[in-house]
Structures are given as structure tokens and as C-alpha cells.
């Protein structure tokens, strides 16, 4: 179905609105990236910059 009159008549009976809702604004980066990174096992909370971040052995899991 692409024809506008069918589908504003569906939409109509089922109460849903013609128009879509209005897009939200871009949110930007956040300023400062070592506030999002946390790392985290058994033991201990890693919080810091990303280019600490513990190394991971994937073999070892």
C-alpha cells in the first residue's frame, strides 16, 4: 500500500494520528569520555580514560 487516501482512511479508524511524531534534536558528544568508560569483573571497578583500559587475554575466559 503506498496511496495516501487507504491508508489515512486505516488510520483514521484505527485512532492513530496521520502525521508522524517530530524527530528529536541530535544530542552531541558527551565531554568527557573517561566518564563513560567503566570496566568491570569479580574483583575490582576500573573507571578512567579509555587509553588505560585493563588488557583482556580472550583466551583465557
Given at each position: 500500500m ?5 491508508i ?5 479508524h484505527?485512532?492513530?494520528?496521520l ?8 544530542r ?24 588505560e583500559?585493563?588488557?583482556i ?5
Open positions: 503506498t496511496e495516501p487516501g487507504p489515512r482512511k486505516i488510520l483514521t484505527l485512532g492513530e494520528p502525521e508522524p511524531p517530530p524527530v528529536s534534536p541530535v552531541g558528544p558527551p565531554t568527557d569520555w573517561g566518564e563513560l568508560i567503566q570496566a568491570h569483573d569479580d574483583r575490582a571497578i576500573f573507571q578512567g580514560r579509555i587509553d583500559l585493563p588488557v587475554d580472550i583466551h583465557s575466559l
